[in-house]
Structure formats: C-alpha cells, structure tokens
C-alpha cells in the first residue's frame, strides 16, 4: 500500500493567529485537504499555544467524526501531563511524542530512546491502555531502534530534517536518505511500523518512499502548506498524494 499523507495543520494555524480573526479556519482548510484525498491530519499544541490552540483540537475531531470518518488525526506533542490530558480529552487515532523543548521553533531531533526509556516507558503504556497508537520520533540511527521498541511504541517517526535540507545537494541528501532506510529496515525486522516527518516536499517524497516502500504515514506541514499558495490545498493535496504513489 502507498504512504499514506497526514496534513499537518501548524502552519495554517499560526497564519492565523497573526491576527485576531477566524481565518484562515483550520477546521475549513482541513476539510479542504480531507476531500482532496489526506488520509489525516496533524497537530502540535505546544504550550504557549502559538500555532495550534488547544481550543482546536475538539473541532478538529468533530471534522473527522463527522465528515471523514476515515480519516485519522495524529497529536504532537512532548507528554507533559498537560499535553497526556489534550489527548485523553481528544482521543487521536494516534499520538506522536516528541523531545522538544517549549521554546524551540520547530522538531529537530528525535529521542535518545536509551536515556529516556525510564520516562517514556510508563508513558507509552499509559496511552497504548487508553486505546491509542504510539509513535515516537526518531532520529535515523539504525542502533538506536530497539530501545525504542523496548519502551512500547508501535511506530518511530523518522526525523527527515536533514534530508530535506540537502535539497541543494544530491550527494548528501542522497546519503542521509540510506541511513533513514537502514533505520526503517531495522526497525521494521523487530516489528516497528516507520513514519516520516520534516521538511518532505513534493520533489524529495518519491525516492524517499521508494526507499522505504513500506513507510506507514508522512505527516507534511510547512512545504505542504508553501506549495498550497501556489496550488491551492486541494491541489497541492493530491500532488503529494502523486508523490507517494497514490
């Protein structure tokens, strides 16, 4: 089965927080990316509620019950108890726990599974009871998988910043794009589902996937949400769709 495409709804979000207004509605663009064919939506509510507000998260899951039953939502997020209670309160088909500190910009390295594997531990196992699937992000290092799996995730998240960094540089995208396979081989041989996230785009997606024929999910928000101002969010939609072999 082709990757599946999770639109992330951050950047729409934080367009709209510039100002004091409802637009652009992220409940209304998601609906956009829904019809045109996302196979879900993800957000990261951090603290400081910059881009995603928690006072999201509710409508975002009415728009998927309601409308896309099909489709799955993905919640971000380092698991503060704050951040365990938005998921409990929302209840995502999946919940992504990230290492970010409150104050970074973005996601920029995945876990170091060994000495976080105390604290992760009871905290995936909290969220797998309450029903939900576990990914944790990852940074390409094909040692560093069976902690990981050790702690209780049913998925990594593969950290493809660096990847879609060399942009400019075929040799050493082309090289950062083995060791995201061997990390997704050697996940995959101990029964870890693999997904991918960060700087993907159009251009970068198929050798990518071709790589890693059974990667799960890529969640895709920034370049995503570029490409949409060019060719509106139904159409950069189905041109990342295309990308991952829908």
């Not at 576990?134 to 990981?148: I, K, N, R, T, Y």
């Not at 785009?201 to 920034?222: F, T």
């Amino acid at each position: 089965m082709p990757t599946k495409l999770s639109v992330n709804l951050n950047a729409i979000a934080m367009l709209r927080n510039r100002r004091d207004l409802p637009w652009p509605s992220v409940t209304g663009i998601g609906r956009i990316a829904l019809a045109a064919g996302a196979h879900g939506l993800t957000v990261h509510p951090r603290p400081d509620q910059r881009h995603t507000r928690y006072s999201d998260l509710p409508a975002i899951r009415a728009l998927i019950d309601d409308e896309f039953p099909q489709a799955e939502f993905n919640i971000e997020g380092y698991p503060t108890e704050e951040f365990l209670d938005l998921v409990e309160k929302n209840q995502p088909e999946q919940v992504t726990l990230v290492p970010d500190d409150p104050s970074q910009a973005t996601s920029d390295h995945g876990w170091n599974f060994e000495e976080a594997g105390e604290f992760l531990e009871p905290v995936v196992r909290r969220l797998k009871k309450g029903g939900f699937r576990v990914s944790l992000f990852s940074d390409p290092d094909p040692q560093a998988v069976p902690a990981a799996k050790k702690v209780g995730a049913d998925r990594i998240e593969l950290y493809t910043g660096p990847y879609g960094g060399f942009h400019s540089n075929p040799e050493k995208a082309a090289s950062e794009l083995e060791r995201l396979g061997k990390t997704a081989d050697a996940a995959m041989a101990i029964g870890l589902e693999v997904n991918a996230g960060h700087d993907l785009v159009v251009d970068n997606l198929p050798p990518l996937v071709k790589r890693i024929p059974a990667l799960a999910e890529v969640s895709i928000g920034h370049g995503l949400t570029a490409d949409a101002l060019e060719y509106g969010m139904a159409g950069t939609v189905r041109r990342f769709l295309k990308a991952c072999g829908w």
